[in-house]
Every structure is written in structure tokens, then in C-alpha cells.
């Protein structure tokens, strides 16, 4: 069991090695403050919702970016039903959405809902926008998200990102173990990262993009499993840098059946190997000739699972030659469980700096933030057997139930 400890060892050390920079992202925001804005231009925005089946909240959406403080006649919204078999197009066009349907079963997924509504907008609109914003049926917009990201596109920040946040946090140890995440996304990675002045990180939703960078790119052309990670990997090997407007506050729904959980996150798992795949040599080629953010980016996709994997593969391989060995329990569980309480008060520690520090924006009971911090760390470990399931299975991309029938008013 030595060996087993010594590995074991080994793993955490290259884990800290790895991850000990967004270690000091926590300190980034006590000594630095964000720059102080360029005058602001209004801009002409058409806002992007690919849907499928969601009738049951794409009318809150819409009305959470109707109830905007920016000007209304700048902001355009336009909904991709996609290969929807509810009545998810007639709510967007009661709600006030232009509405274009779109059903082809053999190109699934967002990225390529993405890529018809931005060349039906080209063939019926022109270039009158200045940028597109990109949402989720599912999400729910503050009423200043606009201006702020409108702020951070007027300093002169080709894409922007925003702050990720939950509206369904309290409901279960799942859909808050998200929730913490994406807190902790926004503020101790992308926040820092803006400080800082390397490029924030798009997650999913909740992104500006020039009108540029969608000619530049022929569209939308990016398909994958997780194609907000192959966007990102994308403009870091160009050279793009993504801003990060803190008050542009997003909520959005989390999975609760831990079933569609492990299914999402194998699908993210799969996903991160594909982008590696495609820009993993120009990530680290970029990340050898200086850039930060490539670096950033090849530490965000990658090591975590490879490091996850091996750890996993080790401490089987390694207590089952103990059993046939003739070892006894304890020397079989001691290092395995040793390696776990270390893991989970990592977590732990992460995790409650998140809650802490965002506190006042967790909208649930103080009991429940306090208990779900507590199980944070058992939800980010399900990610080991997922990581090692999404390396030998087969991997679709399957949509997500949205039922969470909240409106922006219920949150703010």
C-alpha cells in the first residue's frame, strides 16, 4: 500500500501544480478593481434563442428582455424552435419573439440552431445589428443585464460574458452543486481573469459577440458536444479576448434528476476531448509563445480529467491486487479513503468560499445554502466516474427538460 500512497501523493501534487494559479484568482479581486468604463455607445443587438420544447419558459425570457432598462427599440429578438413537438414557437410569438422553425434530425444540437437563425437574420435583415446575445429558453435576464453588457461592448470587447446565476439553487444537492460552480466560475475565474486582463471564458450562456467576429467566422461553425468550449478555444488561438461585465446577472435552470445530470456532464466530458482534439496542439503551442490565455484554457479542459482518470484507475487496479494478495480491508480502503477526504475538503473549501462570498445572490433559505455547500464536493467527485464513462461510451447530445416556471420578478 505504500505505492498506492505514494501515487496517490503524486496525483494531488501535479492537481496543485496544475490548479494553484486559480488558487490566487481568490485573492485577484481584494487588490485589484475593475477599469473604469469608455463612454457608452447604444448599440443595435439581436438577442439569440435556440429552443426545443420549451413552452413552458421561453415567455418568461422574453419578457425579462422586454422589462429591460435599455432602450427596447435597440434590442431585437429572434427564436430558433428547433425541432420542437410542443407549442414552444407559438408562446416566443405571443411573448413578442420573429419565431423561425427549423427541423432536421440528422444536424442536433445548439450550434447548429445557432447557425440558421443567424443566416435567416442575414438573408432578412441585413448587417443592421452590432452584436448578437446569445440565451437559453430556460434563462431570466436582470433588468440592467443589457446596459452592463452593452458597457463592457463599448469599451471595446469584441465578446463579453456574463455572471451565471440559478434560479432553482434550493432545489436539491444537484441543482445547487451547478449553482455553486457557476458562481464560482463567474466570480474567482472570469472576474479575476478581466482583472488581470487575459480573456474570460464563455460558458454556455449568456454571451455577447460583434457582428465581426460572426462574418469572421462564416456564422455559427462550431458543432460539438460543447460548443461554447470549442467558441472559446477558438478565440483564444486567434488571439480574441473575451470580456466579463459582472453586473450583467443571468439566471438559469439546473438539472435536478442526477439521471440528466451524469447524461449533461458526460456530454461536457466528451466534449472538452473533442475541442482538445481539434485546438489542443494551437492551445499549447500558443500557451509556449506567452499567451496566458491559452494556457488558461488547455489547464480548463484537460489535466482535471486525465488526472481524475488515473487516480480512479490506480486505487482499482491497486486494491484488488491487495485483495488477491490476501490484504486486509482497512489496507484496502485507508489510502482510497484518505485520497477522498482530501478531495472533498478541497471542495469543501472551494465551495464555501463561493457561498460566502456570494451570499446575498443565492436565492434559497440560509439552512439550504449552508447544507448544499456541505454536499458541493460529493457532486463535483461524480464527475470522476463520469469523466471515465465519457472516454468509452458513446456520447449524444440530448436535450434538457426545463420546467422551473419562474419569472424575473420572482427572483429580484
Not at 72 to 87: I, K, P, R, W
Not at 154 to 180: C, E, M, Q
Amino acid at each position: 500500500m505504500f505505492y498506492l500512497k505514494a501515487v496517490n501523493t503524486v496525483i494531488s501534487i501535479l492537481f496543485f501544480a496544475c490548479y494553484f494559479y486559480q488558487l490566487v484568482y481568490l485573492l485577484i479581486p481584494l487588490f485589484k478593481r475593475d477599469r473604469p468604463h469608455a463612454p457608452e455607445v447604444l448599440h443595435r443587438y439581436a438577442v439569440l434563442i435556440a429552443a426545443r420544447n420549451e413552452e413552458a419558459v421561453i415567455g418568461n425570457l422574453i419578457e425579462s428582455i422586454k422589462g429591460q432598462d435599455y432602450p427596447s427599440e435597440l434590442v431585437s429578438v429572434f427564436v430558433a424552435a428547433d425541432n420542437c413537438t410542443d407549442g414552444t414557437a407559438l408562446a416566443a410569438r405571443r411573448a413578442g419573439a420573429t419565431v423561425y422553425e427549423r427541423f432536421d434530425r440528422e444536424r442536433v444540437g445548439k450550434g447548429y440552431a445557432l447557425d440558421f437563425l443567424l443566416r435567416r437574420i442575414e438573408v432578412e435583415r441585413g448587417d443592421v445589428f452590432d452584436a448578437y446575445l446569445v440565451f437559453d429558453a430556460d434563462n431570466l435576464l436582470s433588468p440592467g443585464y443589457i446596459t452592463a453588457m452593452n458597457r463592457m461592448f463599448s469599451d471595446g470587447h469584441p465578446i463579453v460574458t456574463s455572471y451565471r446565476n440559478s434560479k432553482n439553487f434550493g432545489d436539491n444537492w444537484i441543482s445547487a452543486g451547478y449553482a455553486l460552480w457557476f458562481l464560482r466560475d463567474a466570480e474567482f475565474l472570469n472576474h479575476p481573469r478581466a482583472l488581470l486582463g487575459s480573456s474570460a471564458v464563455v460558458s454556455g450562456t449568456g454571451f455577447l459577440v460583434s457582428r465581426e467576429i460572426i462574418a469572421r467566422n462564416g456564422g455559427w461553425p462550431f458543432h460539438s458536444l460543447t460548443e461554447d468550449t470549442e467558441f472559446t478555444a477558438d478565440c483564444m488561438v486567434r488571439g480574441d479576448r473575451i470580456g466579463y461585465a459582472p453586473d450583467a446577472e443571468l439566471f438559469d435552470e439546473q438539472p435536478v434528476k442526477f439521471s440528466q445530470s451524469w447524461r449533461q456532464r458526460m456530454r461536457w466530458s466528451r466534449g472538452f476531448l473533442q475541442v482538445f482534439r481539434m485546438y489542443g496542439g494551437r492551445l499549447l503551442s500558443g500557451a509556449a509563445h506567452g499567451s496566458f490565455s491559452c494556457f488558461d484554457m488547455v489547464m480548463s479542459i484537460m489535466p482535471a480529467i486525465i488526472l481524475a482518470s488515473v487516480g480512479f484507475a490506480v486505487n482499482t487496479a491497486a486494491s484488488v491486487l491487495a485483495l488477491l494478495s490476501g490484504g486486509t480491508a482497512w489496507q484496502l480502503a485507508a489510502p482510497t479513503l484518505q485520497s477522498i477526504l482530501g478531495t472533498y475538503l478541497f471542495m469543501l473549501f472551494i465551495g464555501g468560499v463561493t457561498t460566502v462570498k456570494e451570499w446575498r445572490h443565492i436565492h434559497t433559505p440560509a439552512a439550504k445554502k449552508v447544507l448544499y455547500t456541505l454536499t458541493f464536493p460529493f457532486f463535483m467527485m461524480t464527475y470522476i466516474p463520469i469523466s471515465i464513462a465519457a472516454i468509452f461510451r458513446k456520447v449524444e447530445w440530448k436535450p434538457i427538460e426545463h420546467k422551473v416556471n419562474l419569472s424575473i420578478r420572482d427572483l429580484t
